[in-house]
């Protein structure tokens, strides 16, 4: 069913939010590491899976360079930054709720899980992708909100647009998303899903954001390719 990898992501916020407003306290930092280790390992486990799905290694080649070109010439990952910074400069003075609400927003919308599962859960695959994110997402809003408060709880609502509309959006592209093309761009995503992990696993971060544009470099390159 459409919309269901986003439905769920949004349900374990709001649960691991509920949670962490009432009971936070009482789980420890160790126990939250050692599940987020776990988690960091599944979510390596799902982005190898797909990246070697790919026919054409090439195409993920110069998806990865051409895509690292732009976002470093664009600094997505800087802008990123600061957009999180003035938000945040914005509502200091609004108290812990506004904080919450922006700073779990920021981190639940942006990223590689967050596109490349609203993207498989739009062409009608299961959205294994996000059902992971919903569980990563799950365990982060029980120690954000057991420090920032109920704000947290709201970051549910701009999940829901942002997701919702790739998948919505990518469920009326199916014409041009064909097998070849949604293959290689999942080997894509899948890498830097792997990149996501490595971070989680604290072993090495990746400039992600500036890498995201070669998800989204790979359907010409497919078509190029397709047509030579």
Not at 94 to 100: H, I, K, P, Y
Not at 124 to 134: F, R, V
Request: include cysteine; charge should be neutral; aromatic fraction near 4%.
């Amino acid at each position: 069913m459409i919309m269901q990898g986003t439905a769920v992501n949004a349900a374990a916020i709001v649960a691991g939010s509920f949670l962490g407003l009432k009971a936070g306290h009482l789980i420890s930092s160790r126990v939250r590491g050692t599940v987020m280790a776990g988690l960091g390992l599944a979510v390596l486990l799902i982005g190898v899976q797909l990246a070697l799905k790919s026919r054409e290694p090439m195409i993920v080649i110069g998806s990865l360079i051409g895509g690292g070109v732009v976002g470093e010439l664009l600094r997505i990952e800087a802008r990123l930054e600061q957009l999180g910074e003035w938000i945040g400069s914005r509502f200091k003075g609004s108290g812990q709720v506004a904080e919450g609400f922006v700073t779990a927003s920021l981190l639940y919308c942006v990223g590689a899980m967050a596109i490349m599962g609203a993207l498989q859960d739009g062409l009608g695959s299961p959205p294994d992708i996000l059902y992971a994110k919903a569980a990563l997402d799950g365990i982060a809003s029980v120690a954000l909100a057991s420090t920032l408060g109920v704000g947290v709880l709201f970051s549910a609502l701009p999940l829901l647009a942002y997701q919702g509309s790739i998948t919505l959006g990518a469920s009326f592209a199916q014409q041009i998303l064909t097998p070849s093309v949604v293959q290689e761009m999942n080997a894509v995503g899948g890498l830097l899903i792997v990149a996501i992990a490595l971070d989680l696993l604290g072993m090495k971060r990746l400039p992600v954001g500036n890498l995201l544009p070669a998800v989204f470099l790979a359907p010409p390159l497919v078509m190029l390719f397709a047509s030579a």
